[in-house]
Nanobody, 119 residues
């Protein structure tokens, strides 16, 4: 099992920045990649970004390209999501997730952290 704990959410004004962290523990050696997802009120959860745990390759949703950056620190078993130029539509609960293989579903999830962007 892998346990994930997010932190770093908060209330900010549009145009501001936030950095989210996701600390992993447990069977971290099994992690293939980690991703960030978000769920806005009344909407389905959607993909934001992911990073390969070994190679560090990244992939982003079009809505956040150029504004968000995902990174990792393997020594700390932690992934980060740097969010710049935040918009009110970025308001959501942000979740980190991990999976064991490229064709696997994300089966390890954190508890979520709220990000609220005011206009």
């Amino acid at each position: 099992q892998v346990q994930l704990v997010e932190s770093g959410g908060g209330l900010v004004q549009a145009g501001s920045s936030l950095r989210l962290s996701c600390a992993a523990s447990g069977r971290t050696f099994s992690i293939f990649d980690m991703g960030w997802f978000r769920q806005a009120p009344g909407k389905d959860r959607s993909f934001v970004a992911r990073i390969s745990w070994s190679r560090g390759s990244t992939y982003y949703a079009d809505s956040v390209k150029g504004r968000f950056t995902i990174s990792k620190d393997n020594a700390k078993n932690t992934a980060y999501l740097q969010m710049n130029s935040l918009k009110p539509e970025d308001t959501a609960v942000y979740y980190c997730a991990a999976r064991d293989g490229a064709n696997d579903e994300y089966k390890y999830w954190g508890q979520g952290t709220q990000v609220t962007v005011s206009s």
